[in-house]
C-alpha cells in the first residue's frame, strides 16, 4: 500500500474506534505553567477530555511504533501534564495516555500521590544540578545520534 492509502486505512481504523463514543475534549493544545518549588515549569498538552465520571483524561500524541512499555522520561512527560491539569483545571486526573497514531494504540496509566511527590523531588534536584552547572555527559548511542555536538563531543557514543 502507498503512504497515502496507509493513512487512509488508520483514518478509518480511528472512526470505527470512535464510532457512537466520541470522546469529549475540553482542552486542545493546552499551555500550562506550575509552579514546582520556587520554579515555573511550562508545558503543552495536546489534547485533555472529560470522562463520563466526571474526571479527565489526558492524551499526547505521538508517532511511530508503540513501545512494549514506557522509560521513566516518557513517565514523567505525562506526570508533568498530569499536575498541570490538576493544578490550572482543578480536575482529578483518572488517565494519562500516549496515543499513537500509526497504530490507533495508546498506552495509559495515572500517577499516584508518590509519584508525584517523587517527580517534583527530581525536578527540583535537575534544576540544582543546573544552577550549579553540573552537565556530566551521559552518552548513548540513541542520545548521541540526535545531538547537535556529536561532531566535537569527546564523550559521543556511535
Known amino acids: 500500500k502507498s503512504y497515502k492509502e496507509k493513512g487512509k486505512a488508520r483514518l478509518?481504523?480511528?472512526?470505527?474506534?470512535?464510532e457512537n463514543n466520541w470522546p469529549s475534549p475540553i482542552a486542545l493544545e493546552m499551555n500550562f505553567k506550575i509552579k514546582i518549588?520556587?520554579?515555573?515549569?511550562?508545558?503543552q498538552i495536546d489534547r485533555v477530555d472529560c470522562l463520563p465520571d466526571g474526571t479527565v483524561e489526558i492524551i499526547d500524541y505521538k508517532t511511530g511504533s508503540m513501545p512494549d512499555k514506557l522509560?521513566?522520561?516518557?513517565?514523567?512527560?505525562?506526570?508533568?501534564?498530569?499536575l498541570g491539569v490538576e493544578e490550572v483545571l482543578n480536575k482529578k486526573v483518572s488517565q494519562?495516555?500516549?496515543?499513537?497514531?500509526?497504530?490507533n494504540k495508546k498506552i495509559s496509566f495515572v500517577g499516584?500521590?508518590?509519584s508525584l511527590v517523587k517527580l517534583k523531588e527530581e525536578?527540583?534536584?535537575?534544576?540544582?544540578?543546573?544552577?550549579?552547572?553540573?552537565?556530566?555527559?551521559?552518552?548513548?548511542?540513541?542520545?548521541?545520534?540526535f545531538c547537535d555536538y556529536k561532531e566535537i563531543c569527546e564523550w559521543r557514543e556511535y
Not at 518549588?37 to 508545558?43: A, D, E, F, P, T
Request: aromatic share 20%; with cysteine; net charge neutral.
Open 12 to 18: 478509518w481504523e480511528f472512526y470505527r474506534l470512535h
Open 112 to 114: 499516584d500521590g508518590d
Open 37 to 43: 518549588g520556587k520554579y515555573s515549569v511550562r508545558g
Open 96 to 103: 494519562v495516555s500516549f496515543y499513537y497514531l500509526e497504530e
Open 123 to 145: 525536578i527540583l534536584e535537575k534544576i540544582g544540578e543546573i544552577l550549579k552547572n553540573e552537565f556530566a555527559p551521559k552518552p548513548s548511542q540513541f542520545s548521541c545520534k
Open 71 to 82: 522509560d521513566k522520561w516518557n513517565k514523567y512527560q505525562l506526570l508533568i501534564y498530569q
